[in-house]
């Protein structure tokens, strides 16, 4: 049975108003979104955290009624399965925040535009609601990967697909950059560091190359160079390296050193949304006197090589040049702009190199106009995402070139099969002067969706066959859940994975209503009913539902 809730009555009666305005102008059905399958771009039931100790907000999937591990039952807290912790995604922090607390709120509210597939085919990734081919009752919201006439296979986290039964060369699926903005995942923060573990001794994640020129201001979090003397002529890296702390180093930074001098690491398919620890697996680790740590489940295994670096870059004079870089496994992406002519170009330093020379450079695309002026400061994106280089000055795209695998292709890209990691993917990205004045700030690092072929429930089949029909009939498509490991979706079910034409019902256009946000008492207002544990009135309550709140108009947005 569903709790009552006041919250959810007060949303309701704006969303009644929201809708009678929109349904004289689409054909749209409103959904609540239960699971979350499709974190982070479209929230399940979850909390709203604030990180206690970096300040970085992010979601964190909660589990409510009928789900078989429900924190609640009958309107009570399930002792056990309450969630105690959210471990913080952002990279150089990764604390535990306790969470025993904090309010439980609605998923996300969405329109679903039902007759758009009447106009126009379905396209790859769009979010598609359809009814679930295993039951045909349950509705089911995933992505849309493979079409119909497609043979996909999931490569190293990528979608890649050819015409069914041809020999045609295996091709990857890549996203539209704006879709690819909406889906990406944060890795790191830079304007959000961990101050009481940096003040331990724990390294930056950025920082300058030793024997650079490069200088911090910690406070600002932003970094300069002035190149002089013997330095104008040599390139100069600020770099990234993907420490990730441990459970036991933050309770180290209560007194005493860090346990060890902290190496880099892989970046790995870790989604914060399922970072979270249950009172039962925090009572079990108090009990082992150990720090709190995710159970097996959360803790991600993939290495993910497809990056994105934004940032805010100021050149402060005319001369020199900028390098952005990206590693991938053997590869090293750069964009390098040259301040004097205004004008940019995408390389890599030959990796087939015998002397492993960096003046050996594989030009990628043409040159192009970078509109980066000096004096003044440009946000600036460089991505490498599904074998495909971006540059973006101020928002506009400058530069995109794909990299294939055929052999007549114009830039040829790695093959997923002999990628290989090696030291730099622990490092994978920087900046570089080479004679340049700059100074950058807001470095925020992505990466990419990681599909993998199985997840906690199961291993998937590696091919999937879709039919295509002379009369689009018995049309398949294949559909695909954002959060992967936590995902049931086309790879793990049994008769068939795909879903036929007629069981689709329309294309996710908007997320008309997230949550309400309640304000004062530091973001969280005041409860005005709570949830509580049987039998122990002692015991921390979970709000129902707090006052006062206002609209949450940032994720009022449209889907990509
Ligand atoms: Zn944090």
Redesign the pocket.
Known sequence: MREENWRETAESVVIAFILAFLFRTFEAEAFVIPTGSMAPTLYGAHRDIT?E????RFAVGASTPPAHDSELRNGWIDHDRRMHSAV?P?AA???ANNVLDREIFAGDRILVNKFPYDHREPSRWDVVVFKCPETAKTNYIKRLVGLPGEEIQIRRGDVWYRRLDTDSPWQIARKPIEKQNQIQILVHDND?P?RALLQRGWPESWGGLPGTQWEEDAIRRSFRIDPTGEGRQRLQWLRYSHYLPRPQDWMASDGGPLPQQPQPQLIHDVYGYNMRITSDQAEASQRRREPLSLGFRELASNWVSDLSLSCELHPEGDEGEILLEIVEGQRRYRCRFNLGTGRGQLEHPSEMSPTGDESDLVLVGAPFESGLSVGRPHSVQFTNFDNRLVVLVDGSVKQSVDLDLTPEAPHPALSPDDLRDGLLDRSPVGIGSQGAALRVAQLRIHRDIYYTEDNAQGRADPLFRLVDSEDNSRDEFLMLGDNSPRSHDSRLWRDSHAVPRQLLIGKAFCIYWPHAMPFLNGGRGFPVSSYREQGDAKAATIPRFSLPFLPQLGRMKRIW
Not at 53 to 56: A, F, L, T, W
């Open positions: 990180c100790q970096c300040g970085h913080c952002n922090c990764q604390f959000h961990a």
